[in-house]
């Protein structure tokens, strides 16, 4: 197997020749191939330089600087070099010039080959030394593949297999059955005494997750977490007041995670085996837990602090820190066997609120927004769309059959929780899936709303499109083969760790969203929501792409609900004239323009949007 240097060369090597072939065709047209195809080269090859080849693919796209204004004169002389009709609005596949087609193949062969994979293990490492807990990354097999910093510092020792760190028995043969391939299983509970020292009270907690290895035979590695139970005195009070517990239940509570035997308990505290097990009862009754790894899961949060009875929400406690309010993410499985991950805020007993994500982030609401929300009777679910974060793509037949999968699966979420109505809300790309929703299933919304974006579009809006945004348009417009490309080239950029860098890029025009960006909340927030999104394939980021450039003014006119939708007066990213005409061409339609707003709307001006949600409810 060649080294990585020598396959980096020989990659180049493979590049430049078919740089040189396109020398011929340059001169042939006053459309320059050989510019856009080098930078889709260099975009393959140097994903660093992600933002200069965004400039250089502008440039080179319709053969014009990207500072000048895009006319419908160029683009109608241009669409003759680049494809022939019809549209990508009708959904038919576009057929572009065979020698375009050619190095766009080449392209993403060699991205194929080059992988994700050492970025994916990067951001692997960034999450393990994240964990408050000494943490592992271990194969099936058992062989350790990575260690956190906390495990290094406090546990010098070099550890080659799981055996190495787990000397109880019991403990590896729970992890060996986990690992078994026909384990459908992605979370494991392991109780017992296995700490490396064997000082501490412990339980480990074994995360299945993907092998950033993608060529290797292994599909799955595992996040193997030691939480280590030996509560303070002020932690012990706080878990034992949440609770309602005496002392002793406490007690036996955390001997009983810790893999302690009944009548060991009993020894160790001088009781019969009857008492312990009456307490043991009552223990379950008050924490709602029906076995002891429930109960392990229950101690693993509350010792790291990101599990509170829900008692507790919103309110201080002494011993878990600042206050908290109702932030708590989720999984269900659908009827098709995928995985729908989503985020609960606001009141865990409120008005729901289905809230749709733009692309990529839009989940998460700031604590002052949850917080709000909790007060106002809100809560808003959240769930994160198929090949985003956690939620396993759908495959689909194109853009229109992609927004029908989202829509159902958002209706079977709704039917998993129980819920029969509620408000529809769409942030910006969002906004398309939220009209779908409810032309699909318009007696499961009470309300629908459009944060930052309406579902319209006209072609002459893209000379006043900012560059960034306008560069994606354009491929999806003119040349959508081109699309995984450079999305595939903006993962990786993102997972080498420039998500801060493309967040600001993208609104470098909008003052009020650079603005709105000081924050140093709402900047962490998108940051984390771009790399926490932006994890899956390339092709659900593509599907989204196309529905920016699709009009859906007539599927609003003719759905029963209408959109009370807000804009942001100086958002440079979707302008408000636009939602405007989607007002105009949509009887029904009831628009604000929020002063001093951008596209961060949600972000920086979440209060008119918060109240119009509880006025409706």
């Not at 560069?471 to 997972?495: D, F, G, K, N, S």
Request: aromatic content about 8%; hydrophobic content about 40%.
């Amino acid at each position: 197997m060649l080294g990585t240097g020598w396959r980096w060369l020989w990659l180049a090597g493979v590049c430049l020749r078919q740089c040189w072939k396109l020398d011929a065709m340059a001169r042939q047209t006053g459309f320059d191939k050989h510019k856009l195809i080098s930078a889709v080269y260099a975009a393959t090859l140097s994903p660093d330089r992600f933002l200069t080849l965004m400039d250089d693919l502008d440039a080179s796209l319709l053969g014009f600087e990207p500072s000048d204004d895009v006319d419908s004169r160029k683009l109608r002389a241009a669409e003759p070099a680049l494809r022939k009709p019809p549209a990508v609005s009708t959904g038919d596949a576009v057929e572009i010039d065979p020698d375009l087609a050619y190095h766009i193949n080449q392209a993403q062969n060699i991205q194929m080959r080059l992988g994700r994979g050492n970025a994916k293990e990067e951001r692997l490492a960034m999450v393990l030394d994240a964990i408050p807990n000494p943490s592992f990354i271990v194969d099936g097999r058992g062989a350790v593949v990575l260690v956190n910093a906390l495990t290094s510092s406090r546990f010098p020792q070099r550890f080659g297999r799981l055996s190495d760190v787990l000397k109880d028995k019991q403990a590896l043969d729970a992890f060996e059955r986990f690992a078994q391939p026909h384990v459908s299983r992605d979370f494991q509970v392991i109780a017992g005494e296995v700490a490396l020292d064997r000082t501490t009270q412990t339980s480990v907690l074994v995360k299945r997750i993907d092998n950033p290895a993608t060529m290797d035979a292994d599909r799955w590695l595992y996040l193997v977490t030691l939480v280590d139970f030996g509560f303070d005195d002020t932690t012990t009070q706080s878990f034992q007041q949440a609770y309602s517990l005496t002392e002793a239940e406490c007690d036996i509570a955390v001997r009983l995670a810790s893999g302690r035997a009944p009548s060991d308990i009993a020894t160790a505290r001088g009781s019969s085996l009857q008492t312990v097990r009456t307490q043991i009862k009552s223990v379950k009754t008050k924490t709602g837990v029906q076995d002891i790894p429930s109960l392990v899961r229950l101690l693993c949060g509350f010792s790291s602090g990101i599990m509170v009875p829900k008692r507790l929400v919103g309110a201080h406690a002494s011993g878990i820190g600042a206050e908290r309010f109702h932030h708590e993410w989720k999984q269900i499985t659908l009827r098709d066997g995928r995985t729908v991950s989503f985020l609960e805020q606001g009141a865990s007993d409120g008005f729901p609120v289905l809230a749709l994500h733009n692309m990529p982030y839009g989940v998460r609401l700031t604590e002052a927004a949850n917080a709000c929300a909790q007060r106002y009777g809100l809560r808003f679910i959240s769930p994160y769309r198929a090949g985003y974060a956690a939620s396993d793509p759908v495959k689909v037949n194109g853009p229109d059959g992609y927004l029908g999968a989202i829509a159902r699966d958002n209706c079977e979420l709704l039917d998993t929780l129980g819920i029969k109505r509620a408000h529809v809300l769409g942030h910006v790309v969002g906004s398309v899936h939220a009209l779908r929703f409810a032309r699909l299933f318009p007696n499961r919304v009470k309300g629908l709303f459009a944060v930052g974006k309406t579902p319209v579009w006209r072609r002459e809006w893209l000379a006043r499109t900012p560059k960034r945004q306008r560069l994606v348009m354009r491929l999806a417009t003119h040349l959508p083969q081109l699309l995984p490309v450079l999305i595939w080239a903006m993962m990786v950029y993102i997972e080498k760790g420039h998500t801060g860098d493309l967040v600001i890029d993208a609104v470098a025009d909008g003052e009020a969203d650079l603005q709105a960006l000081k924050d140093p909340e709402i900047f962490n927030l998108l940051e984390t929501e771009t790399v926490e999104a932006m994890n899956r394939t390339t092709s659900t980021f593509c599907l989204e792409t196309m529905l920016c450039i699709q009009d859906f003014t007539e599927e609003a006119r003719a759905a029963e609900h209408k959109f009370h939708a807000f804009h942001g007066e100086d958002d440079q990213i979707v302008k408000s004239f636009q939602s405007q005409v989607f007002a105009d061409a949509v009887p029904g339609t009831k628009l604000e323009i929020v002063p001093g707003a951008g596209n961060f709307l949600l972000y920086s001006h979440w209060q008119a949007v918060l109240k119009a949600l509880r006025n409706a409810s």
